[in-house]
T-cell receptor, first 112, second 119 residues
């Protein structure tokens, strides 16, 4: 049973456009929701994270929107650039040193 | 952000040999480290949770006798793939959780990964 569902599986966006990736979770005990960016052959890098006490968090061109009642959260990449082309993973965990549960990933391609 | 290193970055070995992968937290103490495996174009799959000074906790379906984990210090965890076979070929990634001032933070910092190829 997959606890974090991520969509779409792949995404193609024009340069300068907005990339939107969605995730839904099932376990209401989750209280930490990070997004990771991974380039081929590299480990995931933490991009941005949110906790359920806020509905939105913005860092530069990256924004997380969080809907606690719907158990959904999404990543928005504004002014998408070719350098943003990578695989993005959403994840969730319970506070403390518990492991992350990952979504299946979204392969983003930003074309000029 | 915090830095986690892995060594080696890639390794090729013959079937039946054992391979050791090191995961180090370079500028912080990590009482807990996690080991993941990632197959091509797939997500990260948790293999085990490694706690300093205690036995690792393995996920269902992961053979503890095949994937030996040792967390000997607050900055080092090792994963040994014993009697490796071609189906063990994968990208192995560790992550570490920061613990400072008696508090464990949620953020997990990932190593760069180790590409294992078993011939």
């Amino acid at each position: 049973q997959q606890q974090v569902k991520q969509s779409p599986q792949s995404l193609i966006v024009q340069k300068g456009g907005i990339s939107i990736i969605n995730c839904a979770y099932e376990n209401t005990a989750f209280d930490y929701f990070p997004w990771y960016q991974q380039f081929p052959g590299k480990g995931p890098a933490l991009l941005i994270a949110i906790r359920p006490d806020v509905s939105e968090k913005k860092e530069g061109r990256f924004t997380i929107s969080f809907n606690k009642s719907a158990k959904q959260f999404s990543l928005h990449i504004m002014d998408s650039q070719p350098g943003d082309s990578a695989t993005y993973f959403c994840a969730a965990s319970i506070s403390g040193n518990t492991p992350l549960v990952f979504g299946k990933g979204t392969r983003l391609s930003v074309i000029a | 952000g915090a830095v986690v290193s892995q060594h080696p970055s890639w390794v090729i070995c013959k079937s039946g040999t054992s391979v050791k992968i090191e995961c180090r937290s370079l500028d912080f103490q990590a009482t807990t480290m996690f080991w993941y495996r990632q197959f091509p174009k797939q997500s990260l799959m948790l293999m085990a949770t490694s706690n300093e000074g205690s036995k690792a906790t393995y996920e269902q379906g992961v053979e503890k006798d095949k994937f030996l984990i040792n967390h000997a210090s607050l900055t080092l965890s090792t994963l040994t793939v014993t009697s490796a076979h071609p189906e063990d070929s994968s990208f192995y990634i560790c992550s570490a959780v920061i613990r400072a001032g008696g508090h464990t933070y949620n953020e997990q910092f990932f190593g760069p990964g180790t590409r294992l190829t078993v011939l």
